[in-house]
Nanobody, 126 residues
Framework: VQITESGGGLVQAGGSLRLSCITS????????IGWFRQAPGKEREGGAC????????QYADSVKGRFTISRDNAKNTLYLQMNSLKPKDTAMYYC????????????????????WGQGTQVTVSS
């Protein structure tokens, strides 16, 4: 299984970035997939998740209303549109797949996910 994130970078507060995650070696269209992040000195935390159907995406409170997760199953690609970025959003952002195949529900708990990418750095300046 290979998972590769891209799209990170340096942006000013209030700006936007769009992250992408492409996978191979796993049936992308069958499983829940999510975005997570880890800031220096902090534990990895959930950001957003989406089931194979794409309905009812879930968000952590810290990103709700500002970030949008979406997926293109035909392209084996997951996206995270991040708007109204804040300095506290600075972190390494990771994409991860879950073995779950629920139609509607997903969780942003890290222990639910088994394959992880190497991450892409997002830095938001004030």
């Amino acid at each position: 299984v290979q998972i590769t994130e891209s799209g990170g970078g340096l942006v000013q507060a209030g700006g936007s970035l769009r992250l992408s995650c492409i996978t191979s070696g796993v049936r992308f269209g069958d499983h829940t997939i999510g975005w997570f992040r880890q800031a220096p000195g902090k534990e990895r935390e959930g950001g957003a998740c989406i089931t194979w159907s794409g309905v009812n995406p879930q968000y952590a409170d810290s990103v709700k209303g500002r970030f949008t997760i979406s997926r293109d199953n035909a392209k084996n690609t997951l996206y995270l549109q991040m708007n109204s970025l804040k300095p506290k959003d600075t972190a390494m952002y990771y994409c991860a797949t879950s073995g779950q195949s629920f139609y509607y529900d997903c969780s942003v708990q890290t222990e639910e996910y088994n394959y992880w990418g190497q991450g892409t750095q997002v830095t938001v300046s004030s």
